[in-house]
């Protein structure tokens, strides 16, 4: 095309080329907003650690701790899991579960919801700051992820990150269980399903015996039998809480080794009930039950036997 020929034919080529180029543009921009509107939605979801200190009645410094979820945007979301770490700014952080704020079906619009968590932190080495984390499925059936660095990214690797082994080299042991403590549910699950495979003897049924609550002590009996519940079985990393003082640990079929579980994650497994005591000696988690998860209410308090003597 000759540059000095302006006449009507050059004219509507370049009127076809700007209305072709407006049209990308203009799609460019939709995209944009879209994309947007999804963020936007996911944006509102938030968690946080508050780690302070306040003077006690008898003028002594008290420690709190708690996280806090809120969902500051207009639309609920689903299948909430918060996690909480500890690390340093820049650094890696160490999980330490969900601790005590239990996995939320549905958080709608406008919700903000807060959990103690100073008491199970209590044996628990913490290096650097208390953060956490939390992930969900928006009504688009999108997951989202708010990591501990604060940041919101789409959730695509979900199912791969949420079934890793803790053989990998890359992966510590307790960066996957959490620390080990009479604190964390799981690691006393973790202890248990480990004394449970050692040769019968004194000193397994004495471990075994200080792993469990008194109350369930006749259910158990000498133990024997209670490994081949567990054979074939792996174990979750995540707790759930359904109510204070009850916990629940996972043990999924057909796993051979711990798993991390970061997300609600449907599969057959044996459900160990734990009962935080602080009437004992270490203060913590005791193994109550195993089999089915036991309903919080049929949990007896202490030094109350159960109404059956079936803890399995």
Same mark, same amino acid.
């Given at each position: 095309?000759?540059?000095?020929?302006?006449?009507?034919?050059?004219?509507?080529?370049?009127?076809?080329?700007?209305?072709?180029?407006?049209?990308?543009?203009?799609?460019?921009?939709?995209?944009?907003?879209?994309?947007?509107?999804?963020?936007?939605?996911?944006?509102?979801?938030?968690?946080?650690?508050?780690?302070?200190?306040?003077?006690?009645?008898?003028?002594?410094?008290?420690?709190?701790?708690?996280?806090?979820?809120?969902?500051?945007?207009?639309?609920?979301?689903?299948? *909430?899991? %918060?996690?909480?770490?500890?690390?340093?700014?820049? @650094?890696?952080?160490? !999980?330490?579960?969900?601790? &005590?704020?239990? =996995?939320?079906?549905?958080?709608?619009?406008?919700?903000?919801?807060?959990?103690?968590?100073?008491?199970?932190?209590?044996?628990?080495?913490?290096?650097?700051?208390?953060?956490?984390?939390?992930?969900?499925?928006?009504?688009?059936?999108?997951?989202?992820?708010?990591?501990?660095?604060?940041?919101?990214?789409?959730?695509?690797?979900?199912?791969?990150?949420?079934?890793?082994?803790?053989?990998?080299?890359?992966?510590?042991?307790?960066?996957?269980?959490?620390?080990?403590?009479?604190?964390?549910? *799981?690691? %006393?699950?973790?202890?248990?399903?480990?004394?449970? @495979?050692?040769?019968? !003897?004194?000193?397994?049924? &004495?471990?075994? =015996?200080?792993?469990?609550?008194?109350?369930?002590?006749?259910?158990?009996?000498?133990?024997?039998?209670?490994?081949?519940?567990?054979?074939?079985?792996?174990?979750?990393?995540?707790?759930?809480?359904?109510?204070?003082?009850?916990?629940?640990?996972?043990?999924?079929?057909?796993?051979?080794?711990?798993?991390?579980?970061?997300?609600?994650?449907?599969?057959?497994?044996?459900?160990?009930?734990?009962?935080?005591?602080?009437?004992?000696?270490?203060?913590?988690?005791?193994?109550?039950?195993?089999?089915?998860?036991?309903?919080?209410?049929?949990?007896?308090?202490? @030094?109350?036997?159960?109404?059956?003597?079936?803890?399995?």
């Amino acid at each position: 095309m000759d540059l000095t020929d302006w006449s009507a034919e050059t004219w509507g080529a370049i009127g076809s080329g700007a209305t072709a180029l407006a049209f990308l543009v203009s799609a460019w921009a939709l995209g944009l907003q879209v994309k947007d509107r999804r963020r936007t939605a996911a944006e509102g979801v938030t968690v946080w650690v508050d780690d302070r200190y306040q003077h006690g009645d008898a003028g002594e410094m008290v420690r709190l701790v708690s996280v806090t979820l809120k969902n500051a945007g207009t639309h609920p979301v689903f299948d *909430v899991q %918060v996690g909480v770490g500890y690390g340093h700014f820049g @650094g890696n952080v160490t !999980s330490i579960g969900p601790l &005590a704020v239990p =996995t939320k079906p549905v958080l709608p619009p406008g919700a903000e919801w807060a959990w103690p968590i100073q008491d199970l932190l209590r044996s628990v080495e913490i290096e650097g700051r208390l953060v956490a984390e939390v992930s969900f499925r928006d009504p688009a059936n999108r997951w989202w992820l708010r990591d501990f660095a604060g940041n919101v990214k789409r959730w695509r690797s979900r199912m791969r990150r949420s079934l890793k082994r803790i053989n990998d080299d890359e992966i510590s042991l307790d960066a996957v269980l959490g620390a080990m403590s009479w604190e964390n549910p *799981v690691s %006393v699950a973790a202890a248990f399903w480990t004394a449970l @495979g050692e040769p019968p !003897s004194p000193e397994r049924t &004495a471990e075994l =015996t200080a792993l469990c609550t008194p109350e369930s002590l006749p259910a158990w009996g000498d133990f024997d039998g209670i490994a081949e519940m567990l054979s074939g079985h792996g174990l979750a990393s995540f707790p759930a809480y359904p109510a204070p003082g009850v916990s629940y640990v996972k043990f999924p079929e057909n796993i051979d080794e711990a798993i991390v579980v970061s997300g609600p994650t449907l599969m057959a497994a044996k459900i160990m009930t734990l009962q935080y005591r602080d009437d004992l000696e270490p203060h913590g988690w005791r193994v109550f039950a195993l089999g089915t998860p036991i309903p919080p209410e049929s949990v007896p308090p202490p @030094g109350v036997m159960p109404k059956t003597e079936e803890a399995l």
